[in-house]
């Protein structure tokens, strides 16, 4: 828009425009006329280099003159010459063009006041009606004093920017520029600006100071808006957020998006906000147009989220997932520093029982005790996690050596094994601990947590309450107790586990009532291995289920094939109870069979019962009702509790071959077994005892009046083959007899 030119010498008139300056016939400005001489007079010499040289003078202005006019008739704004008077000297296409209601009256020597008061008179200007001499009066003062730049709207809705200035002469050089297009967008701009819902700012690119807010701003901050305009974006915004302010420019440069900063508003109420902006021209003056997207609630929202995937809801300890994070971190700050890191896992001992005999809800008041008094004895850097149900894990960074992180598993078991009050009771529960060190027994997460799970699993092995250090053995011992679930698993699939048979005996008589069913699994290279060792195995993976109901189907089949008076008996693991469906696996068993249910009798130890969960009593009672005899097996072992003889009314109880191995020749055995044999005659409950090796053991065992019997005595448990050749001998002896 700085537009300047001078106009020097004489204006010659030009032919070749239509709005051109000069209607007057070769005619210069100052009046002179150059006409051809008549005739040549002595002097005329002088008269003709004269008249050359005027000319030449003319021709040259011409020239002069015709530059100027192509230089102002290819700018695309508006220009005209006025002279010190304010007439009309010369104008271009385009000014005529953007006066077109008043282009009739340009005309070199005119005034401009007089063509401006013709146009106001046709209604040319619409800011001029009602106040036309007013209006005028500034139009001229603003020629008069030239140099500030305005606008002026024309009828036709156009927007012109005039600015003048002074010409060397006195005169005027104005300029027009036809700015509707920038005021329509100025206009929707604004009309955005102001009525967008987001809080918007415009803030000096350079002091940040606010020069313009929305509605929605001055509502959402609370600010008055003339406090908001007294006020930089370094008052509302929040320096902590490092590098907010740095941003700005380069936000402004990148069409900044969504970075997030932190406002103050006017209650001095903090907020997440994210930020969009962008550069913006304002008056000459670098600015920024920021919108601000109040995103507090989506950031506490998240916030929340991220902290319920990390953390357990009911101890608000750190989840299995953080606890890992938290290892990846201090292990790879031990790689650099060195120092050691302790792992502990921490199993509580018997919580199933407190949460069986108390109930739920104070099984999770006391985790939640638990989690406390293990947060409280922790040091600033330790962590603490519950990795699930009774399970915890303490991460112990810069743990010096066995020694001391055993002082302080020592102290944890100590804290956790102190009495809780819950719901006015008093409530114990013991602490198992396993350790694992880094880096000696792992350098990465998942090792340190299995060998400290292995370790925690030797303490809980070697009697609960205890803490012990990972070995390296126990992850041989480990391995080969994978190996061998992975061999049960394949040897279950292919039925390679075998179905024995030990005859139970009628003491009196001598013949054989019954057999119970004893699973064997021949192993390719370990030979037959007994159940307590596979049956543990298949009960800790779940495989028990599988496992049972195969030996119930198998010793059902078989038990067919033996004489209608002999009973079949068949061990139940708990975790049949606790995992599986006993009685659909009974009745399937005795439908595919085709066995009467009378025939069966299942043998349960304590440990069934030790779940107290009613619905073990109930499928009890319901596969009674089925005619299936239930048996406590390997009685006067365990709890020993009465009371469980009381919890269900059991058609046999098996006395436990240790009490039965020194029965000639301790006393105290002696007493124990003639207590179960009357508690079973008062109870009408039959008395079968284990284990007879010995004639002793059997003679006195007869003379106490015990019922039956089973033992190495009588036989070893057998495969059905040989089983079969047994009772056939029984029987053809029985008929001889
Ligand atoms: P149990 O039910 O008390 O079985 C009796 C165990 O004593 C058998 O051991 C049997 O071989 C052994 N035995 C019998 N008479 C004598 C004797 O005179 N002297 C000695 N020293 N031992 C004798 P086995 O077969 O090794 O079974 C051990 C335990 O494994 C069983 O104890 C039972 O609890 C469990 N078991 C066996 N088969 C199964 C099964 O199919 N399912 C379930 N859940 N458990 C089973
Ligand atoms: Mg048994
Ligand atoms: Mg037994």
Known sequence: LHFELRIQGPQPRRDKSACSWDDRPRQHRSGEQFAPPARMHPDSRALVDARAEAEAAIAKSHAADTRLRDAIDILPQGVVFLDAEGRYILWNQQYADIYKGSADLFKVGRRLEETLRIGVERGNYPAAVGREDEWIAERLAHLSNPGQRHEQWLSDGRC?????????????????????????????????????????????????????????????????????????????????????????????????????????????????????????????????????????????????????????????????????????????????????????????????SVNDTLGHPCGDELLQKVAERIRAALREDDVAARLGGDEFAVLVPGAGGPQEV??????????????????????????????ALAPGDGDDADRLLKNADMALYRAKADGKGAFRFFEAEMDARVQARRRLEVDLRRALANGELQVHYQPVVELATGRISGMEALLRWPHAERGLIPPSE????????????????????????????????????????????????????????????????????????????????????????????????????????????????????????????????????????????????????????????????????????????????????????????????????????????
Not at 195 to 215: E, T
Not at 413 to 423: H, L, S
């Open 534 to 737: 596979f049956v543990p195995v298949a009960e800790e993976t779940g495989l028990i289920t599988a496992l049972g109901t195969y030996v119930l189907r198998r010793a059902c089949l078989d038990a067919t094939r033996w004489p209608a008076h002999l009973k079949l008996a068949v061990n139940m693991s708990p975790l049949q109870f606790r995992l599986g469906s006993p009685f659909a696996a009974v009745s399937g068993a005795l439908k595919e069979s085709g066995l009467p249910p009378q025939r069966l009798e299942l043998e349960i130890t304590e440990a069934v019962l030790l779940e107290k969960v009613d619905h073990v009593i109930t499928s009890l009672h319901a596969l009674r009702a089925l005619g299936v005899g239930i048996s406590m097996d390997d009685f006067g072992t365990g709890y020993s509790s009465l009371s469980y003889l009381r919890s269900f009314p059991f058609d046999r109880i098996k006395i436990d071959r240790s009490f039965v191995r020194d029965l000639a020749t301790n006393r105290d055995s002696q007493a124990i077994v003639r207590a179960i044999l009357t508690l079973g005659s008062s109870l009408g409950i039959t008395i079968t005892a284990e284990g007879i090796e010995t004639e002793a053991e059997l003679a006195w065992l007869r003379a106490e009046g015990c019922a039956e019997g089973q033992g190495y005595l009588f036989g070893r448990a057998q495969p059905q083959a040989e089983t079969l050749v047994l009772l056939a001998a029984e029987s053809m002896l029985h008929v001889a007899a």
């Open 160 to 352: 012109i920017l005039i600015e003048e200035q002074r010409t060397s002469d006195g005169g005027r050089i104005g300029l027009r520029i036809d700015i509707t297009e920038m005021k329509a967008r100025e206009a929707s701009f604004r009309l955005l600006f102001d009525a967008n819902p987001v809080p918007m700012f415009v803030c000096g690119r350079n002091d940040r100071a606010i020069l313009d807010v929305n509605d929605a701003a001055v509502e959402h901050y609370g600010y008055a808006r003339e406090q908001m305009l007294a006020m930089s974006l370094s008052d509302i915004q929040q320096c902590s957020e490092g590098g907010a302010f740095d941003s700005l420019d380069r936000q402004a440069s990148d069409h900044g998006a969504g970075r997030t900063w932190k406002h103050r508003k006017s209650d001095g109420g903090l907020i997440d906000v994210a930020i969009y902006s962008r550069a913006l021209a304002r008056e000459d003056a670098a600015a920024v147009l920021i919108a601000a997207i109040d995103i507090t609630e989506r950031k506490q929202a998240e916030a929340r989220v991220a902290h319920m995937a990390h953390h357990d809801a009911l101890t608000g300890l750190p989840n299995r997932v953080l606890l890992r994070q938290h290892m990846g971190d201090k292990l790879q700050r031990m790689r650099r520093t060195g120092a050691g890191i302790a792992t502990l896992v921490i199993d509580l001992d018997n919580f199933k």
């Open 406 to 435: 055993g002082a302080f598993a020592e102290g944890l078991i100590g804290v956790i094994g102190k009495p809780y009050e819950i719901n006015g009771q008093q409530v114990l529960v013991g602490a198992s601990i396993g350790i």
